[in-house]
């Protein structure tokens, strides 16, 4: 039986669809009724389709658009969502708001295209077909991380990629704000973070800007996740506060180059004083429940050459100085923890995380066996598949980025991120999955998008409803590209046409 065509149109797919006679329209006598609790979803719906169709789509007791919160629907879990589209009248259900938020992204799905303008469409019917949708996501975490700290990306792009994530259900928007390149989130009780780390490379946010983001994004149903680098990848704060290394009376730039940098933070405790000031601003900008202190890439060299480095190490009972990282990593994780948030690290060979943390294994996926095996949760990041840097293809044509490696569509999308053969108690750990977009090789905000489209759209169906129908994905994704078009996201084009495409 063919797979009725709008089954195919959904990105990410949900879990249950079934086509159903008829179609509902919007016009301009539609009036949405919201329940107690369901008036943010309600103001989403109206906020997304004013644009393109100009309706005012008020609220009125009759409403034939009927968004209900209900917390006592059942198997719908944290994000799920029922969507009933009769021909006479709307209904959308989910037992939490986060829930109606994704069903207000499908019901965008759902109509006409052009419904992404930026302006008015006029003369289009914004219609639907009628149909019937249960839909729960498979992962919890389905993110994307940005890195603004090698290239500043301003506020509106982060405002429009936040969009982005959420047209596609994804629900976290991880943002890189510090490395050796540049500190992008302004301290109070350090200025010359931003003064001194926010010059190369483009810029610093204010910290309104951040809060206004995280608003913007919880509307979304999206999480920012901060995360600030240590004790390595620290170098622009170095050159702020030089006493915070590990040779005082040293003066270091913000770093101009790309790769791992030999300086990292001291251990003395001043260096954690600072640590606890800066996470305590953090946590005051970003309400989220997780926050990432990075933590890979930490040479120990200067550890090592540091008398004070080696006493500390001595002191605290450690077996020697290389011993400083994971002791950082715990002191730090415990003060998260003591402030109630759950602290995320990248984890890469070498550096078993404190069990308090949430591992990204970033280096390939048996890593993240490994800690899942060690009972730690895990948010799969393996460069192989999630790093959207790498180009997209061999392609002549093909934008330089981050050398050795290709990240084709295809790999994004069939990596599965708790793979069959992880025995299930492992497999249980994984939270999600999320995309890494780091910006040496990206200047700009169109060449961000440029990377993350289309690839983010594979991650996103892979994270939400399982991955495993690439035939079926490439058709849906070749419709799903009007609504990319539509946004005027620079989407690198399918190298072949639907069914012939290889990678
Ligand atoms: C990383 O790629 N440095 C996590």
Same mark, same amino acid.
């Given at each position: ?88 009248? =709307? ?18 799905? @759902? ?23 249960? &839909?729960?996501?498979? #992962? ?36 890189? @704000?510090?490395? &050796? ?17 926010? +010059? ?33 990848? +620290?170098?622009?704060?170095?050159? *702020?506060?030089?006493? @915070? ?38 946590? &005051? ?29 001595? =002191? ?156 079926? #994905?490439? *058709? ?28």
């Amino acid at each position: 039986m063919p797979v009725p065509r709008a089954a195919l149109d959904l990105v990410p797919r949900p879990a249950q669809f079934t086509p159903m006679q008829g179609r509902f329209t919007f016009d301009a006598r539609t009036a949405i009724r919201a329940t107690s609790g369901a008036e943010p979803a309600a103001a989403l719906l109206r906020t997304l389709l004013a644009p393109a169709t100009g309706l005012p789509l008020p609220l009125a007791a009759d409403g034939r658009v009927v968004i209900a919160l209900d917390p006592q629907l059942t198997g719908l879990g944290e994000e799920g969502y029922g969507l009933t589209v009769g021909a006479d009248a =709307v209904l959308l259900r989910a037992a939490r708001p986060e829930g109606l938020l994704n069903g207000i992204q499908t019901v965008r799905q @759902l109509l006409p295209p052009a419904v992404l303008s930026a302006g008015p469409v006029p003369g289009t019917d914004w219609t639907m077909p009628c149909v019937q949708i249960t &839909d729960v996501p498979r #992962f919890a975490w389905r993110g994307a991380m940005l890195d603004v700290a090698r290239h500043f990306q301003p506020v509106a792009f982060l405002r429009r990629f936040t969009d982005l994530l959420a047209l596609h259900k994804l629900n976290v928007l991880h943002l890189h @704000l510090t490395d &050796d390149q540049g500190w992008r989130m302004p301290v109070a009780a350090y200025p010359k973070l931003t003064e001194v780390g926010g +010059v190369p490379h483009g810029g610093a946010y204010t910290r309104g800007e951040l809060g206004e983001l995280v608003a913007y994004a919880a509307a979304r149903g999206v999480t920012v996740v901060p995360e600030i680098e240590m004790p390595g990848h +620290v170098r622009a704060a170095l050159a *702020a506060y030089p006493h @915070l290394g590990n040779r005082p009376e040293r003066e270091l730039e913000v770093w101009r180059q790309w790769g791992v940098c030999e300086t990292v933070l001291g251990v003395h405790d001043e260096v954690l004083a600072f640590c606890r000031t800066v996470l305590d601003e953090v946590m &005051d900008t970003f309400p989220s429940p997780s926050v990432h202190i990075g933590g890979e890439e930490c040479p120990t060299t200067e550890w090592q050459q540091s008398p004070a480095a080696r006493a500390r190490a001595a =002191v605290e009972g450690l077996d020697g100085p290389e011993a400083l990282h994971g002791w950082f990593m715990r002191r730090i994780g415990d003060f998260l923890v003591e402030r109630g948030r759950r602290p995320l690290g990248w984890s890469e060979t070498g550096l078993d995380l404190p069990a308090s943390f949430t591992v990204l294994p970033w280096r390939d996926t048996e890593h993240g066996l490994a800690a899942a095996r060690r009972g730690r949760p895990v948010i799969m990041a393996p460069y192989h598949s999630t790093y959207l840097d790498y180009p997209q293809s061999e392609r002549p044509d093909e934008p330089p980025g981050q050398p050795g490696q290709i990240v084709d569509l295809r790999t994004v999308y069939e990596t599965e991120p708790a793979p069959a053969h992880w025995e299930p108690d492992a497999a249980a750990q994984v939270l999600g999955t999320q995309a890494q977009l780091w910006t040496e090789y990206v200047p700009t905000a169109a060449h961000a998008e440029y990377l993350a489209f289309p690839r983010l759209c594979a991650l996103a169906d892979t994270a939400w409803s399982g991955g495993r129908d690439w035939p079926g #994905f490439q *058709a849906r994704m070749h419709r799903h590209r009007a609504r990319l078009d539509t946004l005027g996201v620079p989407c690198r084009p399918p190298t072949h046409p639907p069914g012939e495409e290889t990678s």
